[in-house]
């Protein structure tokens, strides 16, 4: 009976010593700065985003799926340092705040600072490199200024949810703003005559040349396009944040980023005669 008693004793003392370590174990957890790094590298994976129709960033090989491009050759590096795998996530711009808050990505490259995202995704502040804001339109329609295309009559093109739809907005409120879900369906909306613009990256927007679809302008006054990276808000991610800020400020201070990118849009014959002399990405 007493040793019953007793076992009785030690069990109820281990029930609730384990009540109060485990509360104490979560909370070193999110103090823990490293929390999000060490998830990652136990893992073994880097789970990042990948779009098809947004060459040369991301370029799925149509026959073997596997893909390539000088954003996920970016992942692939930040994936190396941290020792693990890249594992793409097939997504688009507009859904990236969700994938972060369903845990589907770690991180996400070429993004821009947007205020309603921003509310769930921690930016890095420093770019890893800055392209700017231009438009392609239908073969001969160039335009000079932004104010050319602020009319009621004029029809502009933006991936749904993307920072490319708030400056469509900010800048041409007169005009009518058509959002689509991707590139792709923006580009047919500009081929079928429905569309006087879309507006793009720059860099995006010479790539989309190159196919003979349109004309690509950089209207005044240019405004500039900060390309960072993104994580999830949660706690234990300043480690993570940490890591990837210190391998953008390699990437830029060395001139790796600005090396991969100038080949990556050579190799691809895209002519950048278009930005100003004094433009720095």
Known sequence: MMFNTIRNIIAAAA????????PVTAHADENDPNTVINEIRASGVLKVPVMTGEEPGYIKDRTTGKWSGFYYDFLGEIATALGVTLEP??????????????NKIDVAIGVNPNPKRGLVVDYLWEPLFTDAWAVL?????????????NDPSKTIVVQKGSTMQIVAQALLPKAKITPVEDRGLALMELQSNRADAVLLAVFDALEVSTQKIGDVSLPQPI??????????????????INFLTNWVQQERSLGIAQ???AKSWTDRGIDLSILPKEFSF
């Not at 029930?15 to 485990?22: C, D, Y």
């Not at 405004?223 to 993570?240: D, E, F, I, Q, S």
């Open 223 to 240: 405004l500039r396009n900060p390309a960072t990276l993104a994580v999830a808000r949660k706690p234990g991610n300043a480690g993570y």
């Open 137 to 149: 339109t239908p073969k001969g329609k160039t335009v000079k200024t932004w104010e050319e295309l």
């Open 15 to 22: 029930i609730g010593l384990s009540m109060l370590v485990a």
């Open 89 to 102: 996530v097939e997504t688009t711009w507009g859904n990236l705040a969700a994938d972060f808050q369903s």
């Open 259 to 261: 090396g991969r990118l």
